[in-house]
Structure formats: C-alpha cells, structure tokens
Nanobody
Framework: QVQLVESGGGLVQPGNSLRLSCTTS????????MGWHRQAPGKQRELVAN???????NYADSVKGRFTISRDNAKNTVFLQMNSLKPEDTAVYYC?????????????WGQGTQVTVSS
C-alpha cells in the first residue's frame, strides 16, 4: 500500500518558518513528480509548489520568494521550507506524488498536516 506521510506542521507566529517533510513508501520515488498543495477552511485545494523528476520547480505566486521545495531521492522524501509565514498561509498542507506511464496516470496523496500562522 502506497503511503505518503507528512510531518512538520504546527502553530507559528507570523514571520517565522516551518519545514514540512513528506516521506513516501511503496513507490519508486525518483520517477514521481512531487507537489505540495494546501486547503484553507472554506476554500478549494490549491497548488503551492511542485518539483519534477529533473528537479524543475514551480510555485504559486503567493509563495514565490518565501517557500522552497526540494527532494531527496535517497530518502524518498520531499520538503517544503516555508519562510516569512503569513496568516493567509494557514491551511492543511497535502503532499502529492504523480507519474504518467504508458498512458496510465498514477496519483497519490498524503493525509495532510495542519499549518497555523497566528500571533
């Protein structure tokens, strides 16, 4: 059974930092594009950042310059370094793994980790 397990969420004050981790099992991690998404109460889930197998990255405009996504293929883990956090970053953050092979799309999600930015 494929598992994506997020960790590192919590309560922080505005301006502070958090580092999220997502460790995967039962997938060939290096073949998957990895992403972080978030969902705030009453809002749709949105893409925060993603990183391809070739380590190309993409960020939502709202987090550019503050968040950094990275991956460690040896540890089957993707990270999201979040700096200069704002109250509007408050959300449940979800890890995603995606791959297309022979016209079949594989897509897996973690259970989410809560990030709350508040003074």
């Amino acid at each position: 059974q494929v598992q994506l397990v997020e960790s590192g969420g919590g309560l922080v004050q505005p301006g502070n930092s958090l580092r999220l981790s997502c460790t995967t099992s039962r997938i060939t991690f290096r073949l998957y594009a990895m992403g972080w998404h978030r969902q705030a109460p009453g809002k749709q889930r949105e893409l925060v950042a993603n990183i391809t197998t070739g380590r190309n990255t993409n960020y939502a405009d709202s987090v550019k310059g503050r968040f950094t996504i990275s991956r460690d293929n040896a540890k089957n883990t993707v990270f999201l370094q979040m700096n200069s956090l704002k109250p509007e970053d408050t959300a449940v953050y979800y890890c995603n793994a995606a791959m297309e092979s022979d016209s079949t799309f594989f897509n897996f999600w973690g259970q989410g980790t809560q990030v709350t930015v508040s003074s």
